[in-house]
């Protein structure tokens, strides 16, 4: 056997074992790449020297401003506010909390980029209500879960981001902001229509009406609370601030608000926001440094490379080729999770849909939705999961409730993936690329 063939096998063998064992992705990608490395008789240093660079990238201190934003806005009740908001406007349909629901997500997922965010701050507040209001417990947390995973899609994702970086640095977040709008949109109209036509069948009521005297406050409230988001992707998309000072303003416009506006929490809280930041952020950051070791060995392998013949050796339809991509990811989405699968599979993707002629920004929002898709899943499904905590179900009730809308979701997943237009338009027509 060839060098290069024992070397692939000891790489892709010691990766699935350490997985099959639960061994944390981060650890596994750094040990994988060891082993690798070891047998090839290349340097350590090497790997050490890959893994710094990995870190070394300015646009990485956007994920931590953008972590931090959201913790704080999530902290305090930004939730309910939103919901208010959503409310006003399509809570007097038949089903309409459902729907507020759905748009809620949507405003959330604009400040948190996180769909787990998503599902623990508007899920404590929506799955409660719907329930007083007679909804099913297990429909509620359907429709939460299902509406949480916008927020991995819609800007200013970190995802985005992440997938940005695992790209080589090379695809615009801009770019990537602006794609993520139109189906973010589509996907918030998807659900609504969807949580429609099951209030009819089972016959929900309309919402509660609003007092008129309330309007201006709760329109006041909502326009502070999604402000954040404004910050963030006006100041990126006018071309005033770059994607990490448009982070650090929103950070510091997310605790005036919490804190000093509306005081919803005291200031000894912001150590534990700190604290739970510092940890997500060094995860990622330890991750992001494990994958770039990992990739720069694919790489050297020629992984991507021989991924990208085998791919078209079984078909040169690009129809199949994508169609077969989706599928690959939605069944990797359901045993890991989000960050991780980002990292390792846009090196070897890529050069595949490239190769195609897919714009690599738009093969980012068909990524993001397919394992934001992929939360949705057990055995990790870790926005499943939350969902079905706060709604105090079991899993397989929550899967079961989950999966009409799960349906759609692939269904707005082929649509956006073979009309490329849906996905592009915005980016070409601010950015005068198309």
Avoid at 99 to 127: H, K, P, R, Y
Avoid at 269 to 281: E, Y
Avoid at 325 to 341: F, H, R, T, V, Y
Wanted: aromatic fraction near 8%.
């Amino acid at each position: 056997m060839e060098e290069t063939t024992i070397a692939v096998l000891v790489l892709s063998i010691s990766f699935v074992v350490m997985l099959l064992l639960r061994f944390p992705v981060s650890l596994t990608l750094a040990v994988s790449t060891l082993l690798t490395v070891m047998y090839l008789e290349i340097p350590l240093a090497v790997v050490g020297q890959r893994m710094i660079q990995g870190m070394s990238s300015y646009s990485l201190l956007t994920i931590p401003f953008f972590i931090l934003a959201g913790h704080i806005m999530s902290e305090g009740n930004l939730a309910l506010r939103i919901v208010n908001l959503a409310q006003l406007f399509v809570g007097r349909v038949r089903g309409g909390l459902a729907m507020v629901n759905s748009v809620a997500c949507m405003f959330f997922g604009n400040i948190s980029g996180s769909a787990v965010a998503d599902v623990s701050s508007i899920g404590s507040v929506m799955i409660p209500m719907m329930k007083k209001k007679g909804y099913d417990t297990d429909y509620s947390v359907g429709v939460t879960v299902s509406s949480a995973i916008q927020g991995v899609v819609v800007p200013p994702s970190h995802n985005l981001v992440l997938y940005s970086l695992a790209a080589g640095g090379g695809i615009s977040i801009t770019s990537l902001f602006l794609a993520g709008i139109v189906p973010g949109i589509i996907l918030c109209l998807s659900l609504m229509l969807t949580s429609y036509v099951f209030a009819v069948k089972r016959g929900y009521a309309k919402g509660d009406p609003i007092d008129r005297k309330d309007v201006p406050k709760i329109l006041l409230d909502g326009f502070m609370s999604i402000l954040t988001a404004v910050i963030i992707l006006g100041g990126i998309f006018s071309g005033w601030f770059t994607a990490t000072e448009s982070g650090a303003l929103a950070c510091l416009y997310a605790f005036i608000l919490t804190f000093v506006i509306y005081k919803d929490i005291p200031y000894s809280r912001m150590w534990l926001i700190l604290k739970k930041t510092f940890r997500t952020v060094s995860m990622v950051l330890f991750l992001i440094a494990a994958s770039d070791a990992f990739s720069w060995l694919l790489a050297f392998l020629k992984i991507p490379a021989m991924v990208t013949d085998a791919m078209i050796s079984i078909s040169d339809s690009p129809f199949v080729i994508l169609l077969i991509i989706n599928l690959l990811l939605l069944l990797l989405g359901a045993p890991m999770d989000m960050a991780p699968l980002i990292l390792i599979m846009t090196p070897i993707l890529l050069p595949v849909v490239t190769h195609l002629g897919m714009d690599p920004v738009h093969f980012g929002i068909i990524m993001m939705l397919n394992l934001g898709i992929g939360l949705l899943t057990p055995p990790v499904g870790t926005v499943l999961f939350v969902g079905c905590a706060i709604g105090k179900i079991s899993i397989s009730e929550g899967t079961k409730a989950m999966m009409p809308f799960f349906y759609v979701l692939c269904v707005v997943l082929l649509v956006l993936t073979y009309l490329p237009g849906l996905v592009m338009w915005l980016p070409n027509l601010v950015q005068g690329t198309g």
